[in-house]
């Protein structure tokens, strides 16, 4: 993650705050992966309920984004269910909530600069609806047509983050739950990813 390109260079003077940034990013990588072995393996494909699946989330992501120093929060929990595999759930809402962690870039996660992560969720009566907004990097307008093209990455280094990538997403999104995923960025203008899932 770019979290981790950054902490590389205060590999011979570790803190303990930095150390628990790496601990918490190598745990959601296996986290992640387990979850991706998970699906590969067995299908789960069946009616889940959402707000269990964000709570395990949340259990997740929120000690990750405190000790890099994102404020993150989370609108509300919803009471509605949908229909496909929870572990390709849960993988499409971690990749998009990482990806807006990492978005402030290479800034110090000691730093006391407020970096926002906001998750709205709302049930609109026949669909679900996520949205993930940060006010970080943003995505360049000679990018952004390109995200979810496999193998396309807008980071400097490949071979980090979750490993599932945004085309991925988009085809969990469209493919196996039928849904449509959408993106508003700019440049230093912060990004918001918009996903819409039918409910059951």
């Known amino acids: 993650t770019s979290a981790l390109l950054y902490l590389e260079q205060y590999k011979d003077q570790p803190t303990a705050a930095i150390r628990k940034v790496k601990s918490s990013i190598k745990v959601l990588r296996e986290y992640v992966e387990a979850a991706r072995q998970?699906?590969?393996?067995?299908?789960?494909?069946?009616?889940?309920?959402?707000?269990?699946?964000?709570?395990?989330?949340?259990?997740?992501?929120?000690?990750?984004?405190?000790?890099?120093?994102?404020?993150?929060?989370?609108?509300?929990?919803?009471?509605?269910?949908?229909?496909?595999?929870?572990?390709?759930?849960?993988?499409?809402?971690?990749?998009?909530?990482?990806?807006?962690?990492?978005?402030?870039?290479?800034?110090?996660?000691?730093?006391?600069?407020?970096?926002?992560?906001?998750?709205?969720?709302?049930?609109?009566?026949?669909?679900?609806?996520?949205d993930i907004a940060d006010w970080g990097q943003g995505i360049k307008p000679s990018q952004i047509g390109r995200i979810f093209e496999p193998f396309y990455t807008t980071k400097s280094q490949a071979g980090h983050g979750l490993g599932i990538g945004l085309a991925i997403v988009k085809q969990y999104v469209t493919n196996d739950f039928n849904g449509s995923i959408s993106v508003r960025s700019g440049s230093r203008q912060g990004t918001v990813f918009s996903i819409s899932i039918p409910t059951i």
Request: a neutral charge; charged letters at 15%.
């Open 38 to 130: 998970q699906a590969r393996g067995e299908s789960q494909t069946g009616t889940f309920a959402v707000n269990q699946q964000i709570a395990q989330l949340k259990r997740v992501v929120l000690p990750l984004a405190r000790q890099a120093g994102v404020q993150l929060t989370f609108s509300s929990d919803v009471d509605c269910q949908l229909y496909g595999d929870p572990v390709k759930f849960q993988q499409v809402v971690a990749n998009l909530i990482v990806n807006a962690i990492e978005a402030y870039g290479h800034d110090d996660p000691l730093t006391k600069l407020i970096k926002p992560v906001r998750v709205n969720i709302q049930n609109c009566g026949d669909c679900f609806t996520i």
